[in-house]
């Protein structure tokens, strides 16, 4: 009986782990998950201890999350005892994506009462249907991603140990390529203490399984659990050995963290096999006994034979009373080891019971409590020693009042590990306030039948809510305490934090319910096969998929569902895992209604006591993954002419920078030939310079670090290296690839902007020379001026003094040289200040009628020495007080009309003023025009009016004089004030120049 129940859990077991689907047992009090297999963890990217952490509604997608919450599962299950509800749903997985999922809950009871335990959902991931980039998967690309994931290590070896073949899941599991393995002995990979042990025993075996470490690429290593079949000539010679080995890395760190736990609680565990009479005994319950004791005894002589004389007869009885059936489950006794110490021990256990009611097995555990005992006896005679072992002890001790809600009095320090309370939180509280809801009343009843005062004390196992609202298991030791008088003063008790060891007992409970609703509920079509290929089993969607009953599947040979076509190779795999091979392949299969339809199969082979005796399947219509597979396919083939086209250059990389794919425009650009591509370091010496020329350091280059890490990055301004070692400027864009969440490398574009970049460059010198010119200008202008201003000073005192007739000639003649030099100087000063960008508007309240009337002035006396008509006109709707630069208004107008004067020799000179515009936003627009009868321009000059440094009239110069740079200063002052400048000038007719800035009403 205990084999058959073992060997159900392990198919149960193995069916839960497999599943291609995601599954989690959750209680249907409040939807709290107790189960998560690896399915569900790879398809939300959270470890199954993280996932615990969380509940459905943090993972939920928030627009779903008002979508049939488990209350609601709860009330249909109820009403719909043997049905299954189906929802869908969107999730969110770790790194943000999002991902859709059909969800199978069903309602787990126990099998005599009928009473709720268990909701189980099963989910199927349907994003791939859903989501534009699956389309991309090829068939290939799935069968790789299956195998180069596959747990298992297959290989063939010769009998020396020669590896002739291994799975391609080596290179996931190990690190290791296949090629770097075949032809190497085996021994090569393994632990030099277990290579040393297969040298002084054997390589293999058809029998034993063994369990050994293999060294991973990186160093590590790593346990896998190994069974061989040993293929033989007719002869009997060995000529091949087959080893199928699985990574137990986890599996046995499990143990060894168990063991270490045991060892650190004291507490040993043993088995009790009452069909075979066999005891078996952990190693921490073994060195608790002092090594008395082996790990497998025929008997319980050597147990009884350690115990305290004083204690055997009643353990004797206790063990009596178990074996008839009293369900007796704990008690203490004592005893005495080899060299004459005595411990006290605390042993609890639980019998598992045959088909005939009869006790078959029972489990139990052991626990050193000599130090809780002594603990106990020294809080009766010594505060001081009560205090000492409460601060120190593993264990909390507390002390509460006689009264209805067990107030804490004191708390030791161990509370705070323990529980996350300091004692001062819980002193003065409520101790039934930490008791979980469910435990209170068994709690109340406890400490009820422990009062009176011959009651012997006891233990008790209950929940205690933790500070941060989870609970945990406490096994409990109390009693009360009593005056001189004999009245209760207080309740001592000593707590112990017995979780994990609880929780494996509940799991011991619960695993044989909950991986057999496995095989039920999956919602895909599960089923098993005797080794002749006939049916012997098949859940609900088995008899959805292929229109049979249970009844009419069991006993029907396969050979009836698989399409002809497909029937040869369906019986090779079947001799495959009939041989120890799990298998995968994909059928056509046909119902009981004559609809063919593609399915997925995966056969594991189904073992016990080391013997295969029939096949375990799962099938899964992918008839619709079929049809978006050729889909995919046409895709691909228009993606790769757009690939093959574009002119910017696209390369692939994986994330140890390795080329994964490239079009010819990247080949071009490159300058690289096919077999190029193949050169690991192509990404190294593709950007190796920064755009100063300077190199990078080994792995400084900003697109090596980008892929190294995983990061996008655009840059526009970067240098790349060709073949033939040129270079040329570009622009490249670098962005991390991913599958499912798992990082694969990144895709670079990048495209020449040699051109652009030189366009740039030459653009760039050319503002830098001309802001050079401006500022030598300024400056120029400026120092020169200095000086200048000495020798107007030095001119005006020497004037003052008695001159011949000749000498004031000269001074004249001085004085008119200084005043053209003076305002060539402030002219180029003007220019210059503005050509280098330091001209400011210093706008203030002024009047027009007022500006215009003091230039006119400093022009009066030399219109009336040329005998000119100068004349002013303003409209009368212009507003009085205007806000502007009156000062660069009044330079414009000083440079125009004094054009306009010096190049006119008889006739007139006006200036006209008129409003352009007038808005609701308080701004004007106003033109003024300068109009003479001087020697005009001809057509074929005008367009260098506003040049500067242009003289449109050299033949004129000596007569008139001037920079050139007049009408460029009007020019850039009227548009540093927002306006524009126009003239309309006819040769020996006149000229009129126009400007037109707003100004903003005062």
């Not at 000073?793 to 000498?807: N, R």
């Not at 009337?853 to 009368?876: C, N, Q, W, Y």
């Amino acid at each position: 009986m205990r084999d058959q129940t073992r060997d159900r859990l392990s198919i149960y077991e193995y069916m839960y782990r497999h599943a291609p689907g995601g599954i989690i047992v959750m209680t249907p009090e409040d939807g709290r998950w107790r189960m998560i297999n690896p399915a569900f963890c790879r398809m939300l990217g959270y470890s199954e201890s993280e996932l615990l952490e969380l509940s459905y509604i943090d993972i939920t997608y928030p627009e779903d999350r008002g979508v049939t919450n488990h209350h609601e599962a709860m009330a249909y299950l109820l009403n719909n005892p043997d049905g299954v509800m189906q929802t869908e749903k969107r999730y969110v997985r770790k790194d943000g994506k999002i991902i859709s999922a059909e969800l199978y809950t069903s309602l787990i009871r126990e099998e005599d009462t009928g009473i709720p335990i268990y909701l189980v959902t099963h989910f199927i991931e349907t994003t791939a249907r859903k989501a534009d980039d699956q389309k991309l998967l090829e068939t290939r690309d799935l069968y790789d991603l299956i195998t180069k994931n596959a747990q298992d290590l297959i290989s063939f070896s010769s009998p020396d140990g020669t590896i002739l073949y291994i799975s391609p899941s080596t290179e996931e599991t190990l690190g290791y390529a296949p090629r770097e393995i075949i032809g190497r002995n085996r021994l090569e990979f393994y632990h030099p203490e277990d290579a040393k042990e297969m040298r002084e025993t054997s390589l293999f075996s058809d029998t034993d399984v063994y369990t050994r470490r293999l060294r991973h690429k990186d160093g590590h290593y790593l346990w896998f659990e190994t069974s061989c079949k040993v293929m033989r000539s007719p002869a009997g010679e060995v000529i091949r050995i087959l080893a199928i080995g699985r990574n137990v890395t986890a599996r046995i760190k499990n143990e060894q963290t168990l063991a270490k736990a045991q060892q650190i609680a004291l507490i040993g565990s043993w088995e009790w096999d009452l069909l075979s009479g066999k005891l078996y005994f952990s190693a921490e319950m073994r060195r608790i006994f002092g090594n008395t004791i082996q790990p497998v005894e025929a008997d319980y002589a050597s147990f009884m034979a350690a115990i305290h004389p004083d204690d055997a007869p009643q353990v004797g009885h206790v063990i009596g009373r178990t074996l008839e059936g009293e369900q007796t489950s704990q008690m203490r006794y004592r005893i005495v080891l080899p060299d004459k110490s005595v411990k006290t021990i605390h042993s609890q256990w639980e019998v598992t019971y045959g088909d005939n009611s009869e006790p078959v097995q029972i489990i139990g555990m052991v626990q050193d409590i000599t130090a809780q005992i002594a603990m106990e006896e020294q809080l009766k005679n010594s505060e001081r020693n009560y205090r000492l072992i409460q601060d120190h002890s593993r264990d909390m001790i507390s002390r509460h009042a006689v009264n209805h809600e067990v107030t804490f009095l004191y708390a030791s320090p161990a509370c705070l590990p323990l529980l996350g309370y300091t004692p001062e939180e819980l002193v003065g509280t409520s101790g039934y306030a930490y008791i979980h809801p469910d435990d209170r009343n068994s709690v109340e009843e406890f400490l009820a039948d422990n009062q009176p005062e011959n009651a012997p004390g006891g233990t008790i196992i209950f929940r205690f809510k933790k500070k941060d609202g989870s609970y945990l298991w406490f096994e409990t030791t109390s009693r009360y305490t009593r005056d001189e008088n004999g009245q209760l003063q207080d309740i001592i008790a000593v707590s112990r934090d017995i979780t994990e060891r609880r929780q494996a007992e509940l799991r011991l409970q619960e695993s044989e319910q909950r991986f057999k609703s496995l095989f039920e509920y999956n919602p895909s079509s599960v089923f098993s096969l005797d080794l002749d290929g006939c049916f012997r089993s098949g859940n609900v969607n088995m008899e959805l998929l292929t229109g049979y009953t249970r009844q009419q599947l069991t006993g029907m040979h396969f050979q009836q569902l698989v399409d002809p076509a497909d029937l040869h190779r369906t019986i090779q795999h079947f001799e495959e895992v009939k041989n120890g091979k799990p298998q995968t392949y994909e059928i056509r299969i046909t119902n009981k209604d004559g609809m063919q339809f593609e399915a997925s199969i995966t056969n594991v082979p189904i073992i016990v006591d080391d013997h295969i005796v029939g096949v375990y399947g799962i099938a899964v219509d992918i008839t619709e993954r079929k049809r978006y597979l050729e889909q995919v396919e046409k895709l691909s083939y228009e993606r790769e002419l757009i690939f093959n086209s574009v002119s910017e250059g696209i390369v692939g990389v994986d994330t140890s920078g390795r080329v994964m794919f490239y079009n010819p425009a990247a080949s071009s650009l490159l300058g690289l030939e096919a077999q190029d591509w193949n050169n690991r370091q192509i990404l190294y010496t593709l950007q190796h310079t920064h755009a100063d020329g300077s190199h990078y350091t080994p792995g400084e280059s900003p697109l090596v670090k980008a892929v190294e890490t995983g990061t996008s990055l655009e840059s526009s301004d970067a240098i790349f290296w060709r073949k033939d070692g040129s270079s040329f400027f570009v622009e490249y864009e670098v962005t991390p690839l991913a599958d499912r969440g798992e990082r694969k490398g990144a895709v670079i574009v990048f495209r020449d902007k040699t051109g652009e970049k030189e366009i740039i460059q030459a653009k760039e010198h050319a503002e830098q020379a001309d802001r050079a010119k401006s500022e030598f200008l300024a400056v120029m202008s400026h120092e020169l001026r200095t000086p200048l201003n000495g020798i107007i000073g030095m001119t005006d005192l020497l004037a003052d003094t008695s001159l011949s007739g000749e000498q004031l000639e000269y001074i004249h003649i001085i004085r008119n040289s200084n005043d053209a030099l003076l305002r060539l100087l402030n002219e180029i000063l003007d220019f210059s200040k503005m050509e280098a960008g330091k001209a400011e508007l210093m706008p203030e309240p002024f009047s027009i009628r007022q500006t215009l009337d003091g230039v006119v002035e400093l022009f009066t006396a030399r219109s009336v020495e040329k005998g000119l008509v100068l004349s002013i006109s303003i409209a009368p709707e212009i507003p009085e007080l205007l806000i502007g630069d009156e000062l660069k208004l009044r330079q414009i107008l000083v440079n125009l009309i004094g054009n306009a004067i010096k190049f006119t020799e008889e006739g007139t000179v006006s200036v006209d003023v008129s409003l352009k515009a007038l808005n609701g936003s308080r701004t004007c627009l106003l033109e003024f025009r300068v109009t003479d009868t001087g020697i005009g321009i001809s057509e074929a000059k005008q367009d260098l009016l506003f040049q500067s440094f242009t003289q449109l009239h050299p033949s004129l110069n000596r007569k008139y004089g001037g920079t050139g740079l007049g009408l460029a200063i009007c020019k850039k002052l009227v548009e540093l004030m927002e306006g524009h400048i126009t003239a309309d000038s006819e040769e020996g007719v006149g000229s009129t120049f126009i400007f037109i800035v707003p100004f903003t009403l005062a």
